[in-house]
């Protein structure tokens, strides 16, 4: 008979139900996990499942489109119109940075960059200009305009007359001519151009201008005063125009048309350090040293690397006989890179007064290597004679 090798008694078979549970558990296992690797890989996410973070696929980021030349260059043109000459430049900047080979915007780029008093970046985005396209009479004009600014006077009037050469009918093109020729002291070419550049086109904001700055140059302010204010009514937001206005009122002793064209400027233009320089100059020559100080302080906390405020503070100090301030102030003017006759022999009267008669000579020499006939440097080096070589004599007025 067989063996039965098993020992102890015999165990009985599982229940039937109980196997089709365990089928059933691991069916919903399999089947959580399956969704689990789909979620993980992005395919598929339940609604009713919720997974973990680290389960959860990454969204791709949008691209964000990249907003075309033409944009840039039309907002950075109504900026240009509106006045807002440093914010004009960044949009044509983004134009050249999007289309490297757009001379257009480096040409356009170049006034509103010197009239930020960026002039060495306006001339090389003109030579940029040029670079690209030598055949366009705009490149040709902004590169003279821009010349003109950093006072390369010759090369820049041969640009201008190459620009009207290539374009007889273009209005700015006599415009720069007229401008650069009222820097050579020329207003016999000066003002012909400019009235041609005028005819050309009434509508020229640079055409007035020029006009009105050569009259200056022959010193019709009379004649000029209309064409600053023809320039204004073009070009309502630009502070500079305001500023070439009241200065020929400053000429003519009309100090209070002056103040009040400055004072129109500031409304349009309140971040110019150049307009609360002008009017705190102005209010200097008019007699009121207070608001004078305040408006110019102003102008340099505007700008501290401007130069111009600094001088006309240091001649309000000058007339208040404050040499101390005088020194303080011109020779910041100086190391800001001011070439002005006047900080040098104010320089030597006010070292004078201080007792340096060894600065007060270093600073009369040099108002004499400028210009040896000025009567002022005369008048300084009559001063530091009388003071150091000599008896002392009053303090010379200022004119």
Known sequence: MPVDLYIGPKKRGAPWWQGCLLSLIILIAGAYLGVLILAGNGYYISENIPLPESFRPTPTPTATPTEPAISHMQRADALL????????VV?????VAIEPLNDVAYARMVKPLILTRRIDEAVEAARRALQINDQ????????AEALDWQNNLIEALDFALRATELEPNNST???IVAEVYADLNRPDRAIPNAQKAVQLDDNNVDAHRNLGYAYDSRGSYRSAIPEYQRAIQLRPKWGYLYISLARDYRLLNNFKEAIAQLQQALKVDPKNPMVSDELGFTYALSGDSARAISQLKKAIELDPTYESPYGHLGYVYFVQQDWQGVVNQLEKALQLGGKRLEYYYELSIAYVNLKDCGRGRDYSDQAMQINPTDIAVQGAVDWYQQHCEGKPAPTPKKK
């Open 81 to 88: 119109i509106d006045g807002q000459f440093a914010a004009a």
């Open 91 to 95: 949009e044509y900047q983004a134009v």
């Open 136 to 143: 366009r009479a705009e490149n040709l004009i902004v590169m």
């Open 173 to 175: 093109g006599y415009a």
